[in-house]
């Protein structure tokens, strides 16, 4: 069964471009979460997906968007790059009931750098 | 506001003994906590996971427990072995939404 898969592994922009992060889920999960994770840091909540819907977004400015499309798989767009958006950005997915989820699976992180 | 904390930025051990690794949550209303390991240039991968309705729970060389009046929980891991070394992640999460991860403990295992 494959896991859950991103791309690009690495994606270098300069400043004010836009970068769009794509992840495929694990088949039969219908949630995703995207997560950053800057140098040194640990993961911050940027988004989580279900059934389509944005359920949940982080402490992060308008400028960080997304969606889930109707097979599940998800992309993140970063509008107006910044230099502090280099970072690792994680999807994970998670077989959500509405009541308890069981745990994330993450893919490999999408590598950000922005010039 | 971090909710979930981890105080300890590094951990240090030596082969064969045991690493416990804390982890202190402020929102009571978390029911499902879960620890996960990350090596370098990877995505964190899954270890262990315990419901607020229990205080225990064991796989393998790896211990969670849980202290709901003190908020707070604990990875126990004996015995260390050097490819134990990474960064851990606590993790909590209201009914499976949202999980919220604290800054992570960098563990080293030293053979």
């Known amino acids: 069964e494959a896991g859950v898969t991103q791309s690009p592994t690495h994606l270098i922009k300069t400043r004010g471009q836009q970068a769009t992060l794509r992840c495929s889920p694990i088949s039969g999960h219908t949630s995703v979460y995207w997560y950053q994770q800057a140098l040194g840091l640990g993961l911050q909540f940027l988004l989580w997906?279900?059934?389509?819907?944005?359920?949940n977004r982080g402490n992060f400015p308008p400028r960080f968007s997304g969606r889930q499309f109707p097979n599940y798989s998800s992309e993140l767009n970063v509008n107006a790059l910044e230099l502090e958006d280099s970072a690792l950005y994680l999807c994970?997915?998670?077989?959500?009931?509405?009541?308890?989820?069981?745990?994330?699976?993450f893919g490999e992180g999408s590598r950000l750098t922005v010039l | 506001d971090q909710q979930v904390k981890q105080n300890s930025p590094s951990l240090s051990v030596q082969e064969g003994r045991i690493s416990i690794l804390n982890c202190d949550y402020t929102n009571s209303m978390f029911d499902y906590f879960l620890w996960y390991k990350k090596y370098p240039a990877e995505g964190p991968t899954f270890l262990i996971s315990i419901s607020s309705i229990k205080d225990k729970n064991e796989d393998g060389r790896f211990t969670v427990f849980l202290n709901k009046s003190a908020k707070h929980l604990s990875l126990h891991i004996v015995p260390s072995q050097p490819g134990d070394s990474a960064v851990y992640f606590c993790a909590a999460s209201v009914r499976g939404q949202n999980f919220v991860f604290g800054p992570g403990t960098r563990l080293s295992v030293l053979p």
């Open positions: 994970a997915s998670s077989l959500y009931s509405g009541l308890v989820s069981g745990e994330l699976f």
């Open positions: 997906y279900d059934e389509g819907e944005e359920r």
